[in-house]
């Protein structure tokens, strides 16, 4: 399942930085680790964006409370409340006053941006990340935006698959699962 290949990435974006900047469990784990958000908010966008360049302090701070808001979307989806999806992503349109903009750079061809008049870049980043969740909420993928029902993990995910079942925002969480239900059923 694909909407397009630029809201893909930018939707991926949005899953990186929530799950590199907003506090809660990854695999029983305290996400995000202590240490530096700066390093943390660069390898979210790398993961998507290889060639990336670095964030400054300010920026690592912009894009961490767009992260925590980002994760409010993901999370009324998963428990089935698309208004309050629809309104947060919304609310961030409204205040980064995202534009559509045709941009052509490093050999792609031309494809839609939306950045809002300030020009950051903590900014653009969250116009275009609220706008790949508006183009998924208004899709008839809008139930696609997850949080990982795997114990002590709360990481968020887009279900891309086929049948749109996913429940779990990786393999490792998914397997742990299914092992910790086979020992149980051992037990029985």
């Known amino acids: 399942m694909n909407f397009n290949s630029h809201t893909d990435l930018v939707v991926r974006v949005a899953v990186e930085l929530v799950n590199a900047l907003t506090p809660g469990e990854r695999h029983g784990r305290a996400v995000p680790p202590r240490g530096d958000r700066v390093a943390a908010t660069d390898s979210a966008l790398r993961a998507v964006y290889p060639s990336h360049r670095e964030v400054t302090e300010a920026e690592a701070d912009e894009l961490a409370a767009t992260a ?11 428990r089935d409340d698309l208004d ?25 061809p031309w ?12 900014g653009d980043w969250a116009a275009s990340c609220a706008t790949g969740l508006a183009m998924v ?10 949080v990982c029902t795997a114990p002590h993990c ?7 698959s086929r ?26």
């Open 84 to 108: 309050a999806a629809a309104q947060q992503v919304n609310d961030l349109l409204a205040e980064t006053r995202a534009r559509p903009m045709l941009e052509r750079h490093d050999g792609e």
């Open 68 to 78: 925590a808001r980002l994760r409010a979307v993901f999370e009324a989806v998963a």
């Open 154 to 160: 709360d990481r968020v995910y887009v279900d891309v």
């Open 163 to 188: 049948n749109g079942t996913r429940r779990f925002c990786s393999t490792a969480c998914q397997n742990r699962v299914k092992t910790a239900a086979f020992r149980a059923r051992g037990r029985a």
């Open 137 to 146: 909420l208004g899709s008839e993928f809008g139930d696609r935006l997850g």
């Open 111 to 122: 494809h839609l941006h939306f950045h809002g008049p300030g020009g950051t870049m903590a």
